[in-house]
């Protein structure tokens, strides 16, 4: 992965997609600096393409969403610019401040240790990095300074995973990457790791989150990138896309753009399913089931 000093200018995010889908479209890319950068980007495993030839330009100070099907490959593309997972072919090049810890990961399901409390994990996690770290102001800001003391195995699902955003943006990185951030949580809970995450894209980080929220995604994200087989089939902000495809919301977008041949259940509207359920299909877990471990493809 390749750094260098980035210019200090704030977001926009603009594929190559953009223009195959309309000459017309409007966007948001002025040309302002990216953090994370990447060129032909693709994937494939055993012979059997992830994704192709992905162009994104990620820029600081702004919330991306990757959405998609199941099984599409948003995991393998948010590891794949964690440098978790090679690239079968293209590039992916950090352009950000040099720093020890140049980008923070949330995984699906975050894994504690147990015994821990709250604030003996943010402190271990912080021990890691070199960085000073304020563990009540970032107890705070995630909603958990009241549960500082509790133990990991006394908390909710939900808060686990605001324990996990707290874990992911300590030494404030430039760029963090959240894998379904609000996967199974009451939409209260959801809204609140959410909410948080675009604080930390409202102070200057690059916030990337892939989801099948798409009433948080509308709501909260900058920009967003919809991949469907074979690469990016359409990105922009909310607003851009709507009025792009003249439609009512995010999910009418999606609904549009996805091919509804594909059957696909795994996208959530306010929190529900609006055909089916988050749950993984068969036809996902037989897949997931022939990956390795390390480049999963939700």
């Known amino acids: 992965m390749q750094r260098s000093q980035a210019a200090r200018t704030l977001p926009s995010l603009m594929t190559d997609a953009d223009a195959a889908t309309s000459k017309d479209a409007p966007t948001d890319n002025d040309g302002d600096t990216s953090v994370v950068t990447t060129t032909g980007l693709s994937k494939e495993y055993g012979g059997r393409p992830i994704f192709e030839g992905v162009d994104l330009d990620i820029a600081p100070g702004a919330m991306t969403a990757v959405i998609g099907p199941n099984g599409i490959g948003k995991t ?46 943010v402190a271990f996690y912080a021990s890691l990095v070199d960085a000073a770290v304020d563990t009540e102001a970032l107890l705070r800001e995630v909603n958990l300074s009241e549960a500082r003391n509790r133990r990991v195995s006394a908390l909710s699902g939900g808060m686990r995973r605001l324990l996990a955003v707290a874990q992911a943006v300590l030494g404030d990185p430039p760029v963090v ?30 916030v990337i989150v892939a989801s099948h929220t798409l009433s948080l995604v509308e709501t909260y994200a900058d920009h967003v990138v919809i991949l469907e087989s074979g690469g990016v089939a359409a990105a922009g902000s909310p607003t851009d896309l709507i009025e792009r495809y003249d439609a009512a919301d995010l999910w009418a977008v999606y609904d549009t753009v996805i091919d509804p041949a594909a059957g696909d259940d795994s996208a959530t509207s306010n929190g529900a399913a609006r055909r089916g359920d988050d749950e993984p299909t068969d036809q996902d877990t037989a897949a997931a089931d022939a990956t390795p471990e390390s480049g999963g493809q939700s």
């Open 177 to 206: 990457c959240c894998d379904e951030p609000a996967s199974g949580l009451a939409p209260s809970m959801a809204r609140r790791v959410f909410e948080s995450l675009a604080g930390r894209a409202a102070d200057g980080m690059a």
């Open 76 to 121: 393998t593309l948010l590891k794949t610019l964690l440098g978790h997972v090679d690239p079968t072919a293209g590039t992916v090049t950090y352009t950000g401040p040099v720093v020890d810890r140049p980008m923070g990961y949330l995984p699906q399901e975050p894994a504690f240790r147990p015994q821990f409390t709250v604030s003996e994990t």
